[in-house]
């Protein structure tokens, strides 16, 4: 990973997990708590692929796990994270954005949904029956439900920082053009860019202008 994804990464991480600890997990709602963390691993596996985002899950997931007040085995929500960082990562969009709200709206309630069976999964393998007294299944809805509704507060901006960082100058493939738009999620899915529009305005004022420098120069003979 380079430079610009570490920096980034770690900064959303940190912020992330000092909300989920010091803001959401005192809300005192019934059944889950909404995961900030899981929602920032997902949209920077949107746009770093499968590898990058199981890096990320893995990272985000051994610091809660190391993170105060963390009452399970170290390791345990790293493996969960790792895990979905990497199967989200697939569904990476080939073109690099997002045109609909569908896709990462799916990816998030699997990603609820399978985080949570795979905590209790592990859970179970190290001998943490809490998830049975809790009750799985609401669990299950609640969770899904709460990061359902977080999520297009958080991801699309997650997935625009990245984007941005990716497309930095002074990164290794900086040459391009920004995209402003970080995905088609709060857009209606029109999929047009801010750069590209900026470059196409920028071409048509430069030919406005030549064309009248050419007009004053044929007076200016005459």
Not at 69 to 82: E, K, T
Not at 180 to 195: K, Q
Request: proline fraction near 4%; glycine fraction near 14%.
């Amino acid at each position: 990973m380079r430079v610009n994804r570490i920096l980034l990464s770690s900064s959303l991480i940190v912020v992330a997990l000092v909300l989920q600890v010091s803001v959401l997990a005192r809300l005192h709602l019934p059944g889950a708590v909404p995961d900030l963390l899981l929602l920032v691993v997902l949209g920077l596996a949107l746009v770093y692929g499968h590898v990058g985002g199981a890096l990320v899950g893995f990272a985000a997931g051994l610091l809660a796990d190391l993170a105060p007040p963390a009452d399970h085995a170290a390791g345990r929500y790293a493996l969960v994270l790792c895990v979905i960082g990497y199967l989200a990562g697939l569904f990476k969009p080939e073109s690099g954005q997002v045109k609909t709200a569908a896709g990462p709206m799916l990816v998030v309630v699997a990603a609820a949904v399978g985080s949570t069976l795979l905590y209790a999964g592990v859970g179970a393998l190290v001998g943490d029956t809490a998830a049975r007294h809790v009750g799985l299944s609401g669990l299950l809805f609640t969770a899904a439900l709460y990061d359902l509704l977080l999520a297009p507060f958080v991801v699309p901006g997650v997935m625009a920082l990245a984007r941005r960082a990716e497309n930095d100058p002074l990164a290794e493939t900086g040459s391009g053009t920004s995209g402003d738009i970080a995905s088609g999620w709060l857009s209606g899915g029109t999929g047009l860019r801010i750069g590209g529009q900026r470059n196409g305005l920028r071409v048509k004022a430069a030919r406005a202008r030549s064309a009248r420098a050419g007009r004053i120069k044929g007076v200016k003979r005459l």
